[in-house]
């Protein structure tokens, strides 16, 4: 195995700055074998190429009926990587039934929907950012950016699409919180999921009594036409799905994109110039700092030749999209600079951060819309804004699937 040689790379559970692992790996190969955590054999594809030919590959598949070591038995009961394999879902559905359920909500989810809500998500902002200078004169001008501004404004566009009404809003925001938060235990983590699932049941119940011109107004509206088209459960799913995808991402994005930024004042000038973007910021952003650094899991449904290797069937199979970002091979000999004005090559994707084939991300076009607006935003109010503490000494996300910082501390 050429390309892979050398002892399997340790997934470190306890997450961490991905960018000095994954250079170290790429430069032995496109696909790297790893330790997943409990122990488990894996595989990750970090090369640009291999990762696009992976993702769009016809013998690879999602559905963790191919995941031999799961279905031999071989994965200790409360793994902690099992809820990203067996949700069930379209995250985790292939083919027709992948189709079927992308499809109701990607109707619901079209690029009209999303340009509606720019004038809500640009009064969220406005008042977000009111919320953060009021923190930082509350905290001798300093203030956590991530916790004032970066993750309430997703969520409250995530409950502004999905049409929940204000009184569940703090309640799921809290939950959603909880169901990805790795520092609290199992049992908190489960009564937070049984709380989640319960305030959607209330919010579809509200919806159900009067519609509205909201995602779950439409799924619900699938659901009641009958067939086999939706069921309830995956109503709620699909809720849950939109709830915890859209929330824990664009937040690393807006909070990896202001780092970025006051990192490279060069850049940030550029921007502000009008020379460059926002737009341009956040697609650099997803590019050089990948919110989503592995995700768990592919697995081939036969030994699959790439990048130089083979990855045996049945392998769980992390797509690396932190590394694929900075993959030299892909983006050149500067891969490792942000450069707001990179040019794209003409026809190929700047990034695969995300995602590329059937999952390709259902929310890039909110995402988008919303971090642009966001740093936007942020930057004109605030042009001097600047870290308050040195980059390297700021705490990192405790996951690997995740690729940012615990808290942003910054003076306006
Ligand atoms: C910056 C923000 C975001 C990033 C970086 C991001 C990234 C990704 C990536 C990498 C995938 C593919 C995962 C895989 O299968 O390998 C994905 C899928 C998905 N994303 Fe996003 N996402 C973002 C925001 C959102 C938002 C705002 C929503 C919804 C409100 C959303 C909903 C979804 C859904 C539903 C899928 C699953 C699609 C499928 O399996 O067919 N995402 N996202
Ligand atoms: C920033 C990146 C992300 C981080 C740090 C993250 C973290 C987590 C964590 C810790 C859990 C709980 C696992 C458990 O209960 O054992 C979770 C659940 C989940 N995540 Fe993510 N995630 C990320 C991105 C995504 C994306 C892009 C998608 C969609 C494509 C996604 C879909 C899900 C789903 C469907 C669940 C299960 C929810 C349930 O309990 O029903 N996540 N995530």
């Known amino acids: 195995m050429t390309g892979a040689a050398g002892a399997p790379h340790r997934l470190d559970p306890a997450g961490g700055c991905p960018h000095a692992d994954n250079a170290r790996l790429l430069a032995r190969g496109a696909v790297a074998p790893v330790v997943l955590p409990g122990g488990v054999d894996g595989m990750a594809v970090l090369g640009h190429e291999a990762l696009k030919e992976f993702l769009a590959h016809p013998r690879v598949v999602k559905n963790a009926r191919?995941?031999?070591?799961?279905?031999?038995?071989?994965?200790?009961?409360?793994?902690?990587?099992?809820?990203?394999?067996?949700v069930r879902g379209m995250t985790t559905a292939d083919g027709d039934d992948?189709?079927?359920?992308?499809?109701?909500?990607?109707?619901?989810?079209?690029?009209?929907?999303?340009?509606?809500?720019?004038?809500?998500?640009?009064?969220?902002?406005?008042?977000?950012?009111?919320?953060?200078?009021?923190?930082?004169?509350?905290?001798?001008?300093?203030?956590?950016?991530?916790?004032?501004?970066?993750?309430?404004?997703p969520m409250g566009v995530i409950c502004e699409l999905l049409g929940v009404d204000a009184e569940f809003r703090d309640r799921l925001h809290h939950l959603s919180n909880q169901v990805v938060a790795t520092d609290i235990g199992p049992e908190r983590a489960l009564a937070a999921n049984r709380e989640l699932l319960a305030v959607l049941g209330a919010v579809v119940e509200a919806r159900t009594a009067r519609p509205g011109d909201d995602l779950t107004s439409a799924l619900i509206a699938a659901r009641d036409e009958g067939g086999d088209r939706l069921s309830h459960e995956e109503l709620i799913g699909t809720l849950v799905l939109m709830i915890i995808a859209g929330h824990e991402t664009t937040l690393n994005l807006i909070t990896n994109a202001v780092r970025a930024l006051c990192g490279h004042r060069d850049q940030l000038a550029r921007v502000l110039r009008g020379e460059a973007s926002w737009s341009d910021a956040v697609e650099e952003t997803l590019r050089w700092d990948a919110p989503v650094s592995y995700f768990p899991f592919r697995y081939p449904v036969g030994d699959l030749p790439l990048g130089g290797t083979v990855i045996p069937a049945g392998t769980p199979v992390l797509a690396g999209y932190s590394a694929a970002g900075r993959d030299r091979a892909a983006h050149g000999p500067d891969a490792d600079l942000f450069d707001v004005s990179r040019p794209a090559e003409p026809g190929a994707a700047r990034h695969l951060s995300l995602g590329h084939g059937a999952h390709y991300c259902l929310g890039a076009p909110l995402a988008r819309m919303e971090s642009a607006i966001a740093l936007e935003r942020l930057f004109t109010r605030f042009p001097g804004l600047d870290l308050a503490v040195p980059e390297a000494g700021l705490a990192r996300g405790a996951s690997f699937v995740g690729n940012s910082v615990q808290e942003l501390p910054v003076r306006l």
């Open 66 to 86: 191919h995941f031999t070591a799961l279905r031999e038995g071989r994965i200790a009961p409360g793994w902690p990587l099992a809820t990203f394999a067996t």
């Open 98 to 153: 992948h189709r079927r359920l992308r499809s109701l909500v990607s109707k619901a989810f079209t690029g009209r929907r999303v340009e509606e809500l720019r004038p809500r998500v640009e009064e969220l902002t406005a008042g977000l950012l009111d919320d953060l200078e009021r923190a930082a004169r509350d905290g001798g001008g300093v203030a956590d950016l991530r916790a004032h501004f970066a993750l309430p404004l």
